[in-house]
């Protein structure tokens, strides 16, 4: 039972439940009016590669739904913590999104010493969007034609290789370390600044092996500039038979490009829940499913809280990893 004190009690229990209803009434109609401006998708990776692909041609997708432009704005840097880190500090109104790589929330807070930004803590999670095995390749001069060859040569030829990555500590690189400790290879590491100039040096000859996202990377394969070898995941793509599956090879070998958009932590629930349901609305039509599935990539989509369980456990996942490598990054 609830006793007034004094006479101002009553008072200031009716201005509290004042304020919640009218918060209530305004996040209403927040959610309802959003978006009334621009919004803002930042991918913290240079111009091309998997993220880019995808943030750009969601964006013109939402500009279409919503009347309002959606820009697509590359700050790459730091394995992705530059553009990160921008959103992060970011006014948390649903008008500044992040568009990554999943593993710039999820890996990197194992990777580098200092960080200037919580992968989790400093986030509302929106919408995954998509997943992209890597695609395993070799310039067409490396004398390997499958994993198994690759794997021969490389024994044989220890330190000759090198290995493309987008940024250091990023997928890839992760997916490089995971494949030489499962199969006890040494090779060195060489890092751009985003998985499209990667792909286009393996191409050149400047580096030798590639493990990249599919959306990238398969179209330079389907040229033959680059000789794929097979893909990350544990079955083969639909899109590109003729690719095999490191797990044919290493059981149960699964990595990948996971695609997810994030905003600012704080940003309203409402604002998220909207975002987050036309997004997948998008993502689910038939234009989308087919233009991802041509480049080998699959429409992945979740709730807010479903993506928040994929960054911790991945968060795991990879932290062991990175242990056991005993490699440091800094």
């Given amino acids: ?16 439940l004042g304020l919640f209803l009218n918060f209530g009434i305004a996040s209403t109609a927040l959610a309802q009016s959003y978006p009334t401006k621009a919004i803002r998708i930042v991918v ?9 692909i995808l943030a750009r041609t969601l964006g013109t997708k939402l500009t279409e739904a919503w009347g309002q432009p959606v820009l697509v704005e590359n700050k790459a840097g730091a394995t992705g913590n530059v553009g990160a880190d921008f959103v992060a500090k970011a006014p948390a109104d649903g008008y500044t999104l992040l568009l990554t790589d999943l593993s710039v929330l999820s890996i990197n807070q194992s990777v580098f010493a200092n960080m200037p930004y919580d992968g989790i803590k400093d986030f509302s999670p929106v919408i995954m969007v998509a997943y992209s095995p890597h695609a395993l390749g070799v310039h067409p001069s490396v ?21 493309a990555i987008s940024g250091t500590g990023g997928a890839p690189h992760l997916a490089g370390i995971a494949f030489a400790q499962r199969t006890g290879i040494n090779w060195a590491y060489i890092p751009y600044k985003g998985g499209s100039q990667a792909v286009a040096d393996v191409a050149s000859g400047q580096s ?12 330079t394969i389907k040229s033959g500039r680059i000789k794929g070898l097979a893909v990350s995941s544990l079955h083969k793509v639909s899109s590109a038979p003729e690719l095999a599956t490191i797990a044919e090879v290493l059981p149960g070998f699964e990595t990948g490009s996971y695609q997810g958009i994030v905003a600012p932590a704080g940003t309203p629930s409402e ?60």
């Fill in 271 to 330: 604002v998220v829940a909207k975002l987050n349901a036309e997004i997948a609305r998008i993502m689910a039509t038939q234009d989308m499913k087919d233009r991802l599935a041509a480049q080998g990539t699959e429409v992945r989509s979740s709730s807010p809280d479903a993506l928040l369980n994929f960054l911790r456990a991945e968060k795991t996942r990879w932290a062991q990893v990175i242990k056991e490598s005993g490699i440091k990054f800094d």
């Fill in 1 to 16: 039972m609830f006793r007034f004190t004094n006479s101002r009690t009553p008072l200031l229990i009716a201005s509290l």
């Fill in 44 to 52: 913290p990776f240079a111009p091309g590669g998997t993220s880019d």
């Fill in 143 to 163: 004398p390997v034609n499958s994993v198994k060859e690759l794997i021969d040569y490389a024994k044989a030829n220890p330190g000759k290789l090198n290995f």
């Fill in 208 to 219: 030798n092996v590639i493990m990249n996202g599919m959306l990238a990377t398969y179209p």
